[in-house]
């Protein structure tokens, strides 16, 4: 089992920006493809971001892309995500999630293994 561990989330004031990382362990992050979801308070988790093995592909929701990056660094089995010009509708439990795959989804049930999730909270 693949165990995930987030962190970067807190509050920031609208237009800022967070950058989220999340810490996979095991040898075989490297062929993982990974993602990034969020929840808010009353609503479905929702997909946000997936990148696949290598990190050539990514995906975004319609609602972050031009403002949300996904990168990954193998060597130290991380995935983050960039998020910058944070809306207060971005405002959410974010959770990494990977995929013992190595292309990219943008479904929640491609993901196998999930992390606890931090929290963000942009004000307005």
């Known amino acids: 089992q693949v165990q995930l561990v987030e962190s970067g989330g807190g509050l920031v004031q609208g237009g800022g920006s967070l950058r989220l990382s999340c810490v996979a362990s095991?040898?075989?992050?490297?062929?993982?493809?990974m993602a990034w979801f969020r929840q808010a308070p009353g609503k479905e988790r929702e997909f946000v971001a997936t990148?696949?093995?290598?990190?050539?592909?990514?995906f975004f929701a319609d609602s972050v892309k031009g403002r949300f990056t996904i990168s990954r660094d193998n060597a130290k089995n991380t995935v983050y995500l960039q998020m910058n010009s944070l809306k207060p509708e971005d405002s959410a439990v974010y959770y990494c999630?990977?995929?013992?795959?190595?292309?990219?989804?943008?479904?929640?049930?491609?993901?196998?293994?999930w992390g606890q999730g931090t929290q963000v909270t942009v004000s307005s």
């Open positions: 095991g040898r075989t992050f490297s062929i993982f493809a």
């Open positions: 999630a990977a995929r013992r795959l190595g292309s990219a989804s943008t479904r929640y049930e491609a993901y196998s293994d």
């Open positions: 990148i696949n093995w290598s990190g050539e592909s990514t």
